[in-house]
């Protein structure tokens, strides 16, 4: 449960929290190690950091910061799923979840900055009360003064400015303890969490890329984007229409043919972002969707995690696809390369298994007629094949960070899918865009 807790604004405050935590993994790895002895056992370094109370101290810390201290967490429990241990991974993963709010005080003072002394006459209402809360801000509810529901997106403060400092010291102190067993793996992580970070705290360019989504989604029934309050928003607040709606992976519950229509409904949604316009909303949590129950629409929220994609880079995601479902090897390996799965002096044998990797992505495509995805075991399979690739044969080269952003939203459809249990006609979706990759 998030509870409210001031935010650490200056660097020095926020390298001191930090700097507590590195003290208490100390403390925690010598209980881990005497509790051990005390039952007969003989620790090793892993046994001693990697363990479910370190876990616990080092989510409770990013929690706390928010900021880019959090994000590397959250991105740590999506990344490292294949080197650390499972419940490691599961108790990090709970960052995505539950961040801490900023209290009443720091909210007015945010909003003050952003809009001056006199804001709160802005609205008929404003609610305190945050309504949601993440790694880089919180959301709360306010009705303007001609009746309209708004969503208030406020920046917690002192995010822009700490971004590179906190991923490169959270980055500093896993290697120093080493609670990642290959902290060289998650260079690229890193590298991405600042990327990600500096994108989403440009509240400016998020309302562009909400109206570019809504420009696009005009001819695609179903769907719903908030419309922006362009004279509120400012680079640290958004303000939106509030969209209500009940949580997309409540449909679990409702009849199979709606299940179906709003899975296929997203992944037709995913195909137009890559294949046509080159615009991906590349966040995968389950949050940025709502079920509308009375116009049966899907809405779409936060647009901070948006990359672009140039026309050459979707050709080669046309072409990799289309080999993939004809099995076509070499063409599949050659797209793979161009894209950077593998390099030409890559063994054969990681060349096979990226080969691997790649049709078992690409079999619901394959599949003719209705893919199940409630009944398929392809996240299972797919994780072993890398596990494989990367503790069994230690080979894996980590593909260009705007790859893993595909990956994320990928593996993030298939598995709202799954969660829904719906069955998806994927090739007949994604036959236009094979065509053109041939």
């Not at 995601?317 to 063409?331: K, N, T, V």
Request: aromatic residues 8%.
């Amino acid at each position: 449960m998030a509870r409210e807790l001031d935010i650490p604004v200056s660097r020095a405050s926020r390298l001191l929290h930090l700097g507590r935590l590195a003290g208490g993994i100390a403390g925690g790895a010598m209980a881990e190690g005497l509790r051990m002895l005390g039952s007969g056992n003989l620790p090793t370094a892993p046994d001693l950091l990697l363990n479910p109370a370190n876990a616990r101290r080092l989510a409770s810390r990013l929690s706390e910061m928010r900021g880019a201290a959090m994000k590397v967490g959250q991105l740590l429990s999506m990344e490292g799923g294949d080197f650390l241990p499972p419940e490691f991974t599961e108790i990090l993963g709970r960052l995505r979840d539950d961040a801490h709010t900023m209290p009443m005080l720091q909210v007015a003072a945010q909003l003050e900055s952003a809009w001056g002394k006199h804001w709160v006459k802005r609205f008929d209402r404003f609610f305190f009360q945050p309504i949601a809360a993440a790694s880089i801000g919180q959301v709360h509810k306010a009705t303007s003064h001609d009746g309209r529901n708004l969503a208030i997106k406020i920046q917690y403060p002192g995010v822009r400015d700490s971004i590179d400092s906190d991923v490169d010291n959270v980055a500093a102190l896993l290697k120093f303890f080493r609670l990642i067993p290959e902290p060289d793996a998650l260079a690229v992580v890193l590298q991405d969490a600042k990327f990600q970070l500096h994108e989403e705290a440009d509240y400016l360019a998020e309302a562009r890329h909400i109206e570019a989504y809504r420009t696009r989604i005009s001819g695609l029934p179903g769907l719903r984007v908030p419309r922006v309050d362009t004279e509120l928003t400012t680079d640290t607040v958004l303000a939106m229409e509030f969209v209500s709606g009940e949580p997309i992976d409540a449909l679990a519950r409702n009849a199979v043919g709606l299940r179906n229509a709003v899975a296929t409904r997203l992944v037709e949604l995913f195909l137009k972002e890559v294949f046509e316009w080159g615009l991906v909303q590349t966040d995968p949590n389950f949050s940025n969707y709502l079920y509308l129950p009375d116009s049966g629409e899907v809405g779409l929220l936060d647009f901070g995690a948006t990359r672009r994609y140039p026309q050459d880079t979707i050709k080669l995601y046309r072409r990799l696809l289309a080999a993939a479902i004809r099995g076509e090897r070499d063409a599949l390996m050659a797209s793979a390369e161009a894209v950077g799965y593998v390099g030409q002096g890559d063994p054969e044998l990681y060349r096979s298994a990226v080969s691997v990797l790649i049709k078992a992505a690409a079999e619901p495509a394959r599949a003719m007629g209705g893919y199940d995805f409630g009944r398929s075991s392809l996240a299972r399979r797919m994780s072993e094949q890398v596990v494989s690739l990367r503790v069994e044969n230690r080979m894996w080269r980590m593909p260009p960070s705007e790859v893993l952003f595909l990956h994320r939203k990928l593996a993030g459809i298939y598995l709202l899918c799954t969660r829904l249990a719906a069955s998806v006609d994927v090739r007949r979706l994604v036959e236009p865009y094979v065509a053109h990759g041939a």
